[in-house]
């Protein structure tokens, strides 16, 4: 199974009892990645239980409403991103232009020299667990490489976790090899930011959103008695499970009647819209829509899609 599939193949053959073995088994795999994708982007939103890292914009409100749901647990929220990692490359005579990103795996330097591009990958999470690991390792390059974490070496950010300079994409599928830079890192520093403050007045509503609801007083947010998400850009991380330990039977029903439709399609010609022998049969098959799906898995989908609602204001 694909980690998205609603449905295993067991679940789509109750739904076609023409197939008696296993000779469709690769066909039904197809179909049921396929639709169960088709049925997340009908509904706006995804259905199986998931581990979420996002990155979102404080409103003013106090609600923050995350990207899915419903909300298993929530495993942390930061705020404050400030500057925890600073990279240059002093050689200026020789480089005419180096750059520095924040991959999945860890941090990449890239220069060009004479129009001869070079690369060092060398600084991983896996190797150099902290920041200020990270930044001896690049100190050791030279070729007027050099690093610091903002404050000593073993206090302050010294000793934050590299892996968290790293926040997973939130849109499309998910794979996003970056998600800082490339920043430009001749003669100035590169500066690379971290949520740093783990956000205590909060709680967490199972239908998706954050709420401003405990007067604790949080270092750097103006005015906590108000009970606001402060406005800012990316000011909040959010570290979260959402989504179905068990997916809903009429979900289930619904991908398991789409797969069964389009099985069925492929039993015969496409193009075909009807067929007619003489004294036999007279077979019409309906047109079907493409920007929706059948009547029948429409109904079922209708109580879990995401709505949307647009005002003036955006």
């Known amino acids: 199974m694909a980690a998205k599939d609603l449905i295993t193949s067991g679940r789509a053959l109750q739904n076609i009892q023409a197939i008696t073995d296993n000779s469709q088994n690769a066909l039904l795999a197809t179909l049921i990645t396929a639709y169960s994708d088709a049925i997340e982007k009908y509904c706006r939103r995804r259905f199986v ?20 749901y419903p909300l298993q647990s929530v495993q942390s929220v930061r705020y404050r991103p400030v500057t925890v990692l600073k990279i240059i490359n002093s050689n200026t005579a020789s480089i005419q232009r180096a750059t ?22 060398s600084s991983t999470y896996a190797s150099f667990p902290t920041l200020q690991g990270i930044a001896d390792n690049i100190n050791s ?38 998600s800082q830079g490339a920043l430009t ?8 930011k971290l949520h740093t403050y783990e956000l205590q007045g909060y709680q967490w509503d199972p239908r998706g959103w954050l709420l401003r ?11 906590p008695e108000d009970l606001r998400w402060p406005v800012g850009i990316d000011n909040f991380r959010v570290q979260y499970t959402a989504g179905y330990s068990t997916i809903p039977e009429a979900i289930q029903e619904a991908c398991a009647l789409w797969v069964a439709i389009a099985y069925n399609q492929t039993l015969r010609d496409p193009s075909l819209l009807s067929q007619a022998i003489a004294g036999a049969i007279h077979h019409v098959w309906g047109l079907q829509n493409p920007l929706h799906p059948p009547p029948r898995v429409r109904a079922l ?3 879990y899609r995401r709505h949307t609602v647009s005002t003036i204001q955006g």
Do not use: K
């Open 100 to 121: 520095v990103q924040v991959t999945s795996t860890g941090i990449a330097l890239t220069w060009v020299a004479s129009g001869v591009t070079g690369t060092d990958a």
């Open 213 to 223: 609801a405990i007067p604790y007083t949080d270092p750097e947010l103006l005015h």
């Open 49 to 68: 239980s998931t581990v979420y890292d996002e990155l979102y914009n404080g409103n003013g409100d106090r609600r923050l409403l995350l990207r899915e």
């Open 141 to 178: 390059l030279g070729n007027g490489w050099s690093a610091q974490a903002v404050g000593s070496a073993t206090g302050d950010y010294g000793l934050f976790p590299s892996a968290d300079l790293y926040v997973p994409s939130s849109y499309g599928d998910g794979t996003t090899t970056a």
């Open 301 to 303: 989908l209708a109580p």
């Open 185 to 192: 890192a001749r003669g100035n520093y590169a500066e690379l």
